[in-house]
Protein backbone atom coordinates (compact mmCIF):
# COMPACT_ATOMS: atom_id res chain seq x y z
CA UNK A 1 0.00 0.00 0.00
CA UNK A 2 1.36 3.56 -0.83
CA UNK A 3 0.69 5.33 1.95
CA UNK A 4 0.98 2.98 5.03
CA UNK A 5 1.05 21.36 11.31
CA UNK A 6 1.80 29.38 12.72
CA UNK A 7 2.00 29.81 15.13
CA UNK A 8 0.08 32.66 16.89
CA UNK A 9 1.55 35.08 19.13
CA UNK A 10 -1.41 36.14 21.61
CA UNK A 11 -0.19 38.93 23.11
CA UNK A 12 -1.15 42.07 25.68
CA UNK A 13 0.53 44.11 26.66
CA UNK A 14 0.09 45.51 30.63
CA UNK A 15 1.85 47.81 32.26
CA UNK A 16 3.14 47.78 35.78
CA UNK A 17 3.15 50.89 37.57
CA UNK A 18 4.52 50.55 41.53
CA UNK A 19 4.32 53.77 43.31
CA UNK A 20 6.51 54.64 46.14
CA UNK A 21 5.78 56.98 49.08
CA UNK A 22 9.07 59.13 50.05
CA UNK A 23 9.17 61.41 53.38
CA UNK A 24 10.22 64.75 53.73
CA UNK A 25 10.17 66.92 49.81
CA UNK A 26 7.50 65.40 47.54
CA UNK A 27 8.94 64.50 44.69
CA UNK A 28 9.21 60.41 44.25
CA UNK A 29 10.80 57.92 42.37
CA UNK A 30 9.99 54.15 40.97
CA UNK A 31 9.17 51.32 43.34
CA UNK A 32 12.04 49.26 42.01
CA UNK A 33 14.99 51.78 43.00
CA UNK A 34 16.19 51.39 46.56
CA UNK A 35 18.45 53.04 48.33
CA UNK A 36 20.54 53.30 51.70
CA UNK A 37 17.60 54.56 54.48
CA UNK A 38 14.94 54.29 52.23
CA UNK A 39 12.00 52.32 51.94
CA UNK A 40 10.22 51.11 48.64
CA UNK A 41 7.14 49.38 48.14
CA UNK A 42 7.56 46.05 46.71
CA UNK A 43 7.21 45.34 43.44
CA UNK A 44 4.22 43.86 41.49
CA UNK A 45 4.46 40.39 40.07
CA UNK A 46 5.85 39.72 36.32
CA UNK A 47 3.31 39.34 33.87
CA UNK A 48 3.18 35.50 33.28
CA UNK A 49 3.41 33.94 29.69
CA UNK A 50 1.89 30.28 29.00
CA UNK A 51 3.36 28.63 26.28
CA UNK A 52 1.07 25.66 24.50
CA UNK A 53 2.25 23.72 21.88
CA UNK A 54 -0.67 22.56 20.32
CA UNK A 55 -1.60 20.16 16.70
CA UNK A 56 -2.26 22.39 13.94
CA UNK A 57 -5.97 21.51 13.83
CA UNK A 58 -6.41 22.84 17.10
CA UNK A 59 -5.27 26.86 15.76
CA UNK A 60 -9.19 27.84 15.39
CA UNK A 61 -10.27 26.55 18.51
CA UNK A 62 -7.33 27.63 20.69
CA UNK A 63 -6.66 30.66 19.31
CA UNK A 64 -10.53 31.72 20.34
CA UNK A 65 -9.65 29.93 23.96
CA UNK A 66 -6.43 31.58 24.16
CA UNK A 67 -7.84 35.14 23.85
CA UNK A 68 -10.85 34.33 26.60
CA UNK A 69 -8.23 32.81 28.93
CA UNK A 70 -5.95 36.68 28.48
CA UNK A 71 -9.47 38.45 28.95
CA UNK A 72 -10.06 36.55 32.33
CA UNK A 73 -6.41 36.94 33.22
CA UNK A 74 -4.89 39.89 32.84
CA UNK A 75 -0.92 40.33 32.61
CA UNK A 76 -0.88 36.98 31.53
CA UNK A 77 -0.58 36.35 27.92
CA UNK A 78 -0.68 33.10 25.53
CA UNK A 79 1.68 32.29 23.13
CA UNK A 80 0.86 29.32 21.07
CA UNK A 81 3.19 27.16 18.57
CA UNK A 82 0.78 24.95 16.13
CA UNK A 83 1.86 22.51 14.19
CA UNK A 84 2.31 18.68 12.94
CA UNK A 85 2.02 17.11 16.73
CA UNK A 86 4.55 14.43 15.71
CA UNK A 87 7.36 17.58 15.08
CA UNK A 88 5.82 19.08 18.32
CA UNK A 89 6.76 16.19 20.16
CA UNK A 90 9.92 16.10 19.17
CA UNK A 91 10.60 20.03 19.87
CA UNK A 92 9.86 19.31 23.16
CA UNK A 93 11.73 16.24 23.78
CA UNK A 94 14.82 18.02 22.31
CA UNK A 95 14.33 20.79 24.95
CA UNK A 96 11.81 23.93 23.60
CA UNK A 97 10.63 25.77 26.22
CA UNK A 98 6.69 25.31 26.50
CA UNK A 99 3.78 24.78 29.14
CA UNK A 100 1.39 22.68 27.63
CA UNK A 101 1.42 20.29 24.74
CA UNK A 102 -2.10 19.44 23.25
CA UNK A 103 -1.27 16.52 20.71
CA UNK A 104 -3.60 15.07 18.11
CA UNK A 105 -3.49 11.57 18.98
CA UNK A 106 -1.87 9.73 22.19
CA UNK A 107 1.34 8.03 19.90
CA UNK A 108 2.34 11.62 19.93
CA UNK A 109 1.60 12.37 23.50
CA UNK A 110 3.57 9.45 24.19
CA UNK A 111 7.04 10.55 23.02
CA UNK A 112 6.74 13.21 25.41
CA UNK A 113 5.39 11.25 28.54
CA UNK A 114 7.87 8.46 27.88
CA UNK A 115 10.46 11.09 27.70
CA UNK A 116 9.45 12.08 30.83
CA UNK A 117 8.54 15.60 30.09
CA UNK A 118 4.64 14.77 31.33
CA UNK A 119 2.11 13.06 33.37
CA UNK A 120 -1.07 11.72 33.18
CA UNK A 121 -2.44 13.14 30.27
CA UNK A 122 -6.23 14.29 29.70
CA UNK A 123 -8.24 13.43 26.83
CA UNK A 124 -9.78 16.29 25.76
CA UNK A 125 -11.58 15.80 22.55
CA UNK A 126 -11.64 13.39 19.26
CA UNK A 127 -11.83 14.06 15.55
CA UNK A 128 -12.59 12.02 12.83
CA UNK A 129 -11.52 12.08 8.80
CA UNK A 130 -13.84 13.22 6.02
CA UNK A 131 -12.91 13.41 1.94
CA UNK A 132 -11.76 16.56 1.64
CA UNK A 133 -12.84 17.72 -2.27
CA UNK A 134 -13.03 21.71 -3.64
CA UNK A 135 -16.44 23.07 -3.32
CA UNK A 136 -17.31 22.31 -7.33
CA UNK A 137 -15.80 18.90 -6.95
CA UNK A 138 -14.34 18.67 -10.41
CA UNK A 139 -13.32 14.44 -10.09
CA UNK A 140 -16.77 13.73 -8.83
CA UNK A 141 -15.77 12.13 -5.83
CA UNK A 142 -18.23 10.37 -3.70
CA UNK A 143 -17.05 8.01 -1.69
CA UNK A 144 -13.37 6.62 -0.39
CA UNK A 145 -13.10 4.61 -3.42
CA UNK A 146 -13.06 6.88 -5.73
CA UNK A 147 -9.86 7.83 -4.51
CA UNK A 148 -8.10 5.10 -5.48
CA UNK A 149 -8.80 6.21 -9.16
CA UNK A 150 -5.78 6.60 -10.66
CA UNK A 151 -6.96 9.98 -12.43
CA UNK A 152 -7.73 11.57 -8.72
CA UNK A 153 -4.81 13.58 -7.84
CA UNK A 154 -5.04 12.85 -3.73
CA UNK A 155 -2.86 14.70 -0.92
CA UNK A 156 -2.24 13.01 2.31
CA UNK A 157 -1.05 13.76 5.65
CA UNK A 158 2.36 11.46 6.28
CA UNK A 159 1.87 8.20 8.24
CA UNK A 160 4.14 9.80 11.06
CA UNK A 161 1.85 12.37 11.64
CA UNK A 162 -1.72 11.64 13.54
CA UNK A 163 -3.95 12.68 10.21
CA UNK A 164 -1.40 10.38 8.39
CA UNK A 165 -1.84 7.35 10.53
CA UNK A 166 -5.65 8.02 11.16
CA UNK A 167 -5.83 7.58 6.84
CA UNK A 168 -3.96 4.51 6.94
CA UNK A 169 -6.31 3.01 9.24
CA UNK A 170 -9.49 4.30 7.29
CA UNK A 171 -8.16 2.73 4.03
CA UNK A 172 -6.76 -0.12 5.69
CA UNK A 173 -10.82 -0.46 6.85
CA UNK A 174 -11.83 -0.50 3.54
CA UNK A 175 -9.51 -2.84 1.78
CA UNK A 176 -8.03 0.07 -0.12
CA UNK A 177 -4.90 1.27 -1.86
CA UNK A 178 -4.12 5.19 -2.75
CA UNK A 179 -1.72 6.71 -4.22
CA UNK A 180 -1.48 10.28 -3.36
CA UNK A 181 0.51 12.56 -5.38
CA UNK A 182 2.01 14.47 -2.03
CA UNK A 183 2.60 13.67 1.29
CA UNK A 184 2.43 17.05 3.44
CA UNK A 185 3.73 17.23 6.81
CA UNK A 186 0.47 18.35 8.61
CA UNK A 187 -3.11 18.48 8.58
CA UNK A 188 -3.52 22.35 7.12
CA UNK A 189 -0.78 22.40 4.66
CA UNK A 190 -2.80 18.82 3.42
CA UNK A 191 -6.24 20.81 3.28
CA UNK A 192 -4.34 23.96 1.50
CA UNK A 193 -3.61 21.63 -1.43
CA UNK A 194 -7.56 21.10 -1.86
CA UNK A 195 -8.51 24.80 -1.06
CA UNK A 196 -5.85 25.82 -4.29
CA UNK A 197 -7.16 23.13 -6.44
CA UNK A 198 -3.59 21.10 -6.56
CA UNK A 199 -5.62 17.91 -6.04
CA UNK A 200 -8.99 16.50 -6.12
CA UNK A 201 -9.40 15.11 -2.78
CA UNK A 202 -7.84 14.46 0.61
CA UNK A 203 -8.37 13.27 3.80
CA UNK A 204 -8.72 15.98 6.77
CA UNK A 205 -10.35 15.88 9.65
CA UNK A 206 -14.03 17.07 9.93
CA UNK A 207 -12.70 20.23 12.04
CA UNK A 208 -10.57 21.28 9.23
CA UNK A 209 -13.27 20.83 6.10
CA UNK A 210 -15.72 22.93 9.28
CA UNK A 211 -12.77 25.65 9.59
CA UNK A 212 -12.27 26.21 5.77
CA UNK A 213 -15.62 28.00 5.54
CA UNK A 214 -17.07 26.64 2.35
CA UNK A 215 -13.43 26.38 0.80
CA UNK A 216 -14.07 22.83 0.34
CA UNK A 217 -16.75 20.82 0.74
CA UNK A 218 -16.38 17.51 3.64
CA UNK A 219 -18.08 13.86 2.14
CA UNK A 220 -18.26 11.53 4.99
CA UNK A 221 -17.46 7.47 4.73
CA UNK A 222 -17.97 4.91 7.27
CA UNK A 223 -14.59 3.68 7.33
CA UNK A 224 -14.00 7.24 9.75
CA UNK A 225 -15.66 5.64 12.55
CA UNK A 226 -12.41 3.54 12.75
CA UNK A 227 -10.15 5.77 12.65
CA UNK A 228 -10.97 8.62 15.62
CA UNK A 229 -8.32 10.31 16.70
CA UNK A 230 -7.99 11.04 20.66
CA UNK A 231 -6.75 14.12 21.75
CA UNK A 232 -4.62 14.47 24.77
CA UNK A 233 -3.64 17.37 26.59
CA UNK A 234 -0.56 17.94 29.72
CA UNK A 235 1.30 20.25 31.86
CA UNK A 236 4.78 19.75 30.70
CA UNK A 237 7.14 18.60 33.49
CA UNK A 238 9.60 21.82 33.68
CA UNK A 239 6.87 24.01 32.71
CA UNK A 240 7.96 27.52 33.37
CA UNK A 241 4.46 29.21 34.09
CA UNK A 242 3.19 26.00 35.73
CA UNK A 243 0.49 26.81 37.53
CA UNK A 244 -0.76 29.62 34.61
CA UNK A 245 -0.51 26.29 32.72
CA UNK A 246 -2.62 24.56 34.81
CA UNK A 247 -5.32 27.46 34.51
CA UNK A 248 -5.36 27.22 30.25
CA UNK A 249 -5.53 23.40 30.91
CA UNK A 250 -8.60 24.04 33.26
CA UNK A 251 -9.57 26.44 30.53
CA UNK A 252 -10.04 23.72 27.79
CA UNK A 253 -11.59 20.89 30.07
CA UNK A 254 -14.24 23.39 31.09
CA UNK A 255 -17.64 24.07 29.90
CA UNK A 256 -16.49 26.64 28.00
CA UNK A 257 -13.94 24.80 26.66
CA UNK A 258 -16.14 21.78 25.45
CA UNK A 259 -18.38 24.40 23.65
CA UNK A 260 -15.68 26.15 21.22
CA UNK A 261 -14.71 22.76 20.46
CA UNK A 262 -17.91 20.74 20.09
CA UNK A 263 -18.93 24.27 17.89
CA UNK A 264 -15.82 23.19 15.77
CA UNK A 265 -16.85 20.32 14.88
CA UNK A 266 -14.73 18.51 17.77
CA UNK A 267 -16.19 14.88 19.45
CA UNK A 268 -16.66 14.49 23.46
CA UNK A 269 -14.35 11.39 23.97
Known amino acids: MVFRRM??????????????????CGSG?????TTSGSASAPAPAAAKEVTVFAAASLTGTFTELGMAYEAAHPGTTVKFNFGSSATLAQQIVQGAPADVFAAASPATMKTVT???????????????????????NPAKVDELKDLTDPKVKVALCAEQVPCGAAAVKALDAAKLQVKPVTLEQDVKA????????????????????????????????PEAGQAINDYPIAILAKAPAGDAAKRFVDLVLSQQGKDVLTKAGFEAP
Do not use: H, M
Not at 7 to 24: F, H, K, N, Y
Not at 120 to 135: D, G, M, R, S
Open 7 to 24: SRWATALPVALALAGLSG
Open 29 to 33: EPAAS
Open 114 to 136: DASLASAPTTFVQNKLQIAVPAD
Open 190 to 221: TLTKVELGEVDAALVYKTDVIASAGKVRGIEF
